[in-house]
């Protein structure tokens, strides 16, 4: 039987005599048992952990050791010293996924709504009949034409609710209207040709959602990391793993808008940084699968590893700018990305550092350590990085290639 050392002045209902008889041996009557019981799952110090639980010797107290599950469970709602931990994350969890979700459903405007309607104005002046004998005349591979009435009338119930259509590929019909009939688009008849060469369909989501798919996990997989480790010593190898991958993933993701959207005209450069950062992404997490990785004496390897990684993205952001210096959209993605290298920066050190509670062993304990504020700016650089990513969207949207 394990006999776990607990305070007596933390529990108030319990007075010392009864602690000492129950340390003694475990009562057989019924008080006895739920007193016994209660006594299993009270918080207890850092010297009375089993070695696979020492993490942080500048944490003094309020630790749960080795509880079984439904009790781990409830503990979420409770106060001990990974109460914060688990719940910086989880909430930031639920804020990224609102935010995917959001992001799926926003269309981007992209068509001009305006020159919708003078289409539909011109055609309103236009003679049908002859307009649709010219067209059959200059266009012959378009079969089945429709009728110009009608296609009139679709365009005047149509345009109020184009800005929820996803897709204008068959829009390129109007092109070949322009230069077969310059006489219905020309200036007087209000159509511009450089307006409907700007109706461009939006460009592909999924690097950005790849990025908010790898943050979900990574805040997820911290926050049941943080939660489950103090059930058993094989429980806590496998999540710390998880959690490691987990911050594997955000790194690694967190380079596919920037490189995707800035290089996607370009699809050397563009394969090439995507590739060397999801291969650094898998080699570091097959790294932290090796059991010495997750050792108290590798604290500050694994801290430089994830910053490496990071800092590996310097050379796609300095291209970059070279290529689109003359781009305003350049520069603020820039500047919203060193934000977030400095938030996630200065969370690495701070983890690395176990500042502020080096300075003030126990004072921490529950609030205010390391390992919180670590988490804190991890969230922070993540929507950091979303923000960027929507102005890269908004960029490619607009302007293309």
Known sequence: MRVVRMDVDEDPIMPAETVE???????????????????????????????????????????????????????????????????????????????????????????????????????????????????????????????????????????????????????????????????????????DVQVLQGMKEPITRWPFFTFLGGAMFCLLASSACHLLSCHSERLTYIMLRLDYAGIAALIATSFYPPVYYSFMCDPFFCNLYLGSITVLGIATILLSLLPMFQRPEFRKIRASLFFGMGISGVAPIIHKLVLFWQQPEALHTTLYEILMGVLYGVGALVYAARIPERWMPGKFDIAGQSHQLFHVLVVAGAFTHYQAGLVYLKWRDQNGC
């Open 21 to 191: 008889m129950c340390l003694v041996s475990p009562p057989n009557e019924g008080t006895g048992n739920r007193l016994w019981e209660k006594m299993k799952y009270q918080l207890v110090e850092y010297h009375s952990l089993p070695g696979f639980l020492r993490d942080n010797e500048y944490i003094l107290g309020h630790y749960r050791s080795e509880w079984p599950m439904k009790q781990i469970l409830l503990s979420i709602f409770t106060i001990h010293n990974e109460t914060l931990n688990v719940w910086t994350h989880l909430i930031g969890f639920f804020i990224f996924l609102s935010l995917t979700i959001y992001t799926a459903m926003k269309v981007p405007k992209v068509v001009d709504l305006h020159a919708l309607q003078q289409i539909s104005d011109a055609l309103n002046k236009a003679d049908l009949h002859k307009l649709q004998s010219e067209i059959r005349t200059c266009l012959p591979s378009l079969p089945n034409m429709p009728d110009l009435n009608k296609l009139r009338e679709e365009l005047k119930t149509s345009i109020p609710l184009m800005d929820l259509v996803p897709s204008l590929s068959n829009w390129h019909v109007l092109e070949h209207l322009h230069s077969c009939l310059p006489e219905l688009f020309s200036a007087g008849n209000f159509i």
